[in-house]
């Protein structure tokens, strides 16, 4: 909305530009009759310096007004330089232009030739092709049409240029009766011809000069990108070493904690003909930890590895690892019933539901309360609800809680940021929605297993 505003605004200012050429003549009627008094006087003094004066004069009322019509056809066809092919667009600026200045012959029946219309306006279409296209676009299209308008005005006066057309207007051709008269046309062939020249370069170099830059600009941009892309293939590589180091010690872990699993059973053994079941205790969490340890490594190694389950079997799972003991927060599930199953990497979606509990555990900041887990169908998709009336979350932290190094505590703000990564790949969604001194509730959506679906493919790391 805001560019078609632009758009509109643009074409008024043109169409605005292009009036204004179209009457600014009838308020130089002092300039033509200064330029008609100056060419008497000067064939009667035989002064070819006040002619020459009297050509400047002439050069900067003409300049005025084709200005005015050129640049206002350009406003007016510029918002549709995209819509239109390059052909179609040169022929609608022709046409505009033409238009215009086909009524300025019209209403001053100064007998303007149409060359030095379609020289101009074929030199500003070439032209047109090599300016760039940016902010500064406008500025830069000015200053080229003025020095081309200059260039073509100096041509008018050119007098070998006169059998061609060129300079048919009643001033233009009085000006090179004189120029006859007084110097047998040599000052004007000589002069005009190389402002003719010079003006037409400077447009033409401006132009170049300007595309070069911009060409520079371009390329200078590109390496910046190719700079910030080698960067960051640079450091995934890195971390693609770093990942596949640490895999290979994780997996050499495994051997340790094997010959360990191997010793408590022998412990456990030797220890059922005693009584103890304090040492007992202490055996069998050793054990529990362990299987937890293999769990995490297998969780490593296995990352992208999926398995169908229940999410019964995934709550019960989470809550067996969740310490509270020490808490004075009640933890209630509450599950439909027949829940479709659903495919995940246990480990890794267990590890988010548990950072989801932990953070809402540790907003008690050891006071009573609950947190309460409702798991239900709606259409293809399971919806796990995680809910507490803890202290819920400031609003000016709820877009931010997401990003990776975030927290509002002491910690290294990877937990939101690890969860709706991992619920992302599991091609699930979350949100949140907090009242602070209310409540924290959390929706999570996962796509429910197909009927039917070959598990085969997936990878089951209890297997």
């Excluded at 179609?88 to 033409?98: D, H, K």
């Excluded at 080698?230 to 010959?259: F, G, I, W, Y």
Aim: aromatic letters at 10%.
């Amino acid at each position: 909305m805001i560019r078609k505003k632009q758009y509109v605004l643009t074409a008024c200012i043109g169409t605005l530009l292009i009036f204004y050429g179209l009457i600014l003549p009838s308020f130089l009627n002092d300039w033509s009759e200064l330029i008609t008094t100056n060419i008497q006087t000067s064939i009667i003094d035989h002064d070819s310096g006040l002619l020459l004066i009297t050509s400047f004069i002439y050069i900067a009322k003409y300049m005025l007004t084709f200005y005015l019509i050129y640049f206002g056809s350009m406003l007016i066809l510029q918002p549709f330089r995209k819509k239109l092919t390059t052909l179609s667009w040169s022929f609608a600026y022709i046409g505009t232009v033409l238009l215009s200045l086909t009524i300025f012959n019209q209403i001053y029946l100064e007998h303007f030739s149409y060359l030095g219309y379609f020289l101009t306006i074929g030199i500003i279409i070439f032209l047109l092709q090599y300016i760039p296209k940016h902010k500064h676009f406008y500025f830069i299209f000015s200053i080229i049409l003025f020095l081309v308008l200059l260039a073509v005005q100096w041509m008018q006066l050119i007098p070998a240029l006169t059998g061609f057309g060129a300079g048919s207007n009643d001033l233009a051709a009085s000006i090179k009766i004189a120029d006859s008269y007084l110097t047998g046309n040599n000052l004007f062939n000589t002069l005009a011809t190389v402002f003719f020249s010079v003006f037409l370069t400077i447009a033409i170099s401006v132009t170049l000069l300007s595309h070069l830059f911009n060409k520079q600009i371009d390329t200078l941009r590109k390496f910046q990108v190719q700079g910030e892309v080698l960067q960051k293939t640079r450091s995934a590589l890195v971390d693609s070493k770093v990942h596949e180091e640490v895999n290979m010690l994780v997996h050499d872990l495994k051997t340790p904690l094997v010959t360990v699993e191997g010793l408590i059973s022998l412990i456990q053994m030797k220890m059922q003909a005693k009584n103890d079941h304090s040492l007992k205790n202490y055996v069998n969490r050793i054990d529990r930890s362990i299987s937890k340890m293999k769990d995490m490594i297998s969780e490593i190694l296995h990352d992208q590895m999926k398995q169908k389950l229940s999410v019964k079997e995934l709550l019960e799972y989470v809550t067996s690892h969740l310490n509270m003991n020490e808490q004075q927060v009640e933890l209630i599930i509450d599950l439909d019933e027949s829940l479709p199953y659903i495919v995940v990497n246990k480990i890794r979606f267990s590890r988010a539901i548990s950072n989801i509990l932990e953070n809402a555990i540790h907003s008690f900041d050891g006071k009573a309360g609950y947190i309460h887990i409702t798991v239900k169908s709606i259409d293809t998709r399971i919806l796990i609800r995680i809910q507490d009336n803890g202290p819920g979350i400031d609003s000016a932290h709820l877009k931010e809680i997401w990003k990776e190094g975030f927290s509002t505590r002491n910690s290294s703000g990877l937990g939101l940021s690890f969860v709706k990564r991992v619920i992302e790949n599991h091609h699930g969604t979350i949100d949140i929605k907090s009242i602070p001194g209310n409540h924290t509730q959390l929706n999570i959506k996962l796509p429910i297993s197909k009927a039917g679906e070959n598990t085969d493919e997936y990878y089951h790391i209890n297997s």
